[in-house]
């Protein structure tokens, strides 16, 4: 079975800070993926980054870069220069081996203080 | 944007009533999802769809039936509405099966059972 775990359910940071989302899971499966989505305050899911279980670099994709710790089995979802739009919720998921479903851990919601 | 539509948007319906709510894709994505949102659960999966007429259960299953008859159509039914179905609804659709393949959420649809 896999599992999504997310322990913060709010953080806050102030505006231009970093800051890190946890995010922890559990398979046995050999090759699977992680991804992050944020859900701002109109709804809508937006992808944000991939991590790949065989990837060796940790993935970055603009201001957002995913610490991967393969042995620690976490995925945290680092936001560095943080702006006020960043405030949302932000959801870890995975998808495992078989490939069928994505499971989601509960969500972290971030404020960014001005 | 990924082009998945979600109809009706909101609505409110009685207990004991049947519900239809649509999800169409113009992606022509083989796998489709529904998800419900509920606060403290995150996104939980109810049903999927690996093709046409091809599903399966999620986790959520219980009291919703769904039918693909199109690639591009997915419909999740509620047998007959409770309040505890009262959620927010999202149909996802993935490309492929492959682990590194991301989900594309639709816009959601806000069900209000009374």
């Known amino acids: 079975a896999q599992k999504i775990t997310q322990t913060q359910p709010g953080m806050f940071v102030q505006e231009k800070e970093a800051v890190t989302l946890d995010c922890t899971y559990d398979?046995?499966?050999?090759?699977?993926?992680l991804f992050w989505y944020k859900q701002p305050s109109s709804g809508e899911m937006i992808f944000l980054i991939y991590?790949?279980?065989?990837?060796?670099q940790n993935a970055t994709e603009g201001r957002y870069s995913l610490n991967f710790q393969k042995a620690r089995k976490s995925a945290n979802l680092v936001i560095s220069a943080s702006q006020l739009g960043d405030s949302a919720m932000y959801f870890c998921a995975m998808r495992g081996e078989y490939g069928n479903q994505f499971y989601f851990g509960t969500g972290t919601s971030l404020t960014v203080i001005p | 944007d990924a082009g998945i539509t979600q109809s009706p948007r909101h609505k409110v319906t009685e207990t004991g009533t049947p519900v239809t709510l649509r999800c169409h894709q113009t992606e022509n994505h083989r796998y489709m999802y529904w998800y419900r949102q509920d606060p403290g659960h995150g996104l939980r999966l109810i049903h999927y769809?690996?093709?046409?007429?091809?599903?399966d259960k999620g986790e959520v299953s219980d009291g919703y039936s769904v039918s693909r008859s199109k690639t591009e159509d997915f419909l999740l039914t509620l047998e007959s509405a409770t309040s505890s179905q009262t959620s927010v609804y999202f149909c996802?659709?993935?490309?492929?099966?492959?682990?590194?393949?991301?989900?594309?959420f639709g816009q959601g649809t806000r069900l209000t059972v009374v």
């Open positions: 769809s690996y093709g046409v007429k091809d599903t």
């Open positions: 398979t046995s499966d050999q090759s699977y993926g």
């Open positions: 996802a659709i993935s490309e492929s099966g492959w682990v590194n393949t991301e989900a594309f």
């Open positions: 991590q790949g279980s065989y990837d060796e």
